[in-house]
Structures are given as structure tokens and as C-alpha cells.
């Protein structure tokens, strides 16, 4: 019996310039100040995260520190410190990758939460030893808004692999 999350249809290769572009875009969503509301999410980590568990060569610890420098650079941030919790969340999600393909999305989200957390709590630890003050607990709540939206980011960057190479009407998938 063939499990029922399964989807039938056969997804194309991810194209190099959507996996870039939407990172692109989820860089441009995090310079949106958003003063401090508790629950944004940290759109580059989600969809790092993202493309790291499905195109792990394509997108990697190189691709997270230079994402995480420019983070830095347009938070005003410590240097390094987005980058370093990227670097980590790219090679946990990296190494993960295979073996959480295999569950459906809302398991595969709840997998994704404590890396979310790990890389909020490194963040944190770094802020910390540069002698800033503790950001308060509802900083942590952008980590379970972004395991949240999981699933629907999974339909949104999937979109252009479903497509079929040439269009038949007489093909089923």
C-alpha cells in the first residue's frame, strides 16, 4: 500500500537562477524593518534551510556564510554572527536532508524547529558575549512561525519543478 502524503508527480530539476533568485528575495524580505514585532521569521534562514535540505550541492555553507555577511551588513548586526548561525543551519539541514525528504510536510516542519531554534540560540549566545542584552523570549517565537509556514513554502518553491518538460494531454502526471 502506497502511502497517502505522497504526491504522485515527478518534479523536475530545481533551476539554478529560481534557487538564487529566491534567496534574493527572501534577503530583500528580511531588510523590511519590522521594528519589534515578536513572530517574523528569519526569511533567509527559512528558505536556506529550505534549499539546503532539497538541493544540497547547489546551496551549502558557502552560499549560507555569504548570505549571512550580507544579513550582518544590512541588520547592523555583529559581523558574523548571521553568518556563523547559517553556516550551522545550512550543514544540519545539509546532512538532514535525505532522511527528512522522507516524512511528510508536517513532520518535515516540526525537524526543521529545532534547527530554527539552534540557530536563534547561537545568535542569541553571540549577542551576548559582544555585551548586548537578552533580547527577551518572544524573540524565540519567529522560530516556530517559521517551522509554521514550512508547509506552505514547500508548495510555494516547488512550483516551477512541477511543470512538465512538454505538455501532453494524454499524460497522466
Known sequence: MQPTHRSSRILLPANTW???????????LSYIPTGLLPGVPDWVALVLAFWSVREPLRVGMGAAFVLGVLVDIGHGAAM???????????????????????????????HMLPLLLMIQVLMVAVRLLAGAEFPGWWYFLSSFTGAALWVPLNFVLLLPQYRPVDRDDNRPI
Open 18 to 28: 529560481f534557487v538564487y533568485l529566491t534567496l534574493a528575495l527572501a534577503l530583500g
Open 80 to 110: 558574523g554572527q548571521h553568518a556563523l548561525a547559517y553556516v550551522v543551519l545550512a550543514y544540519f539541514a545539509g546532512s538532514a536532508g535525505r532522511r527528512v525528504l522522507w516524512f511528510p510536510l508536517a513532520q518535515q516542519a516540526l
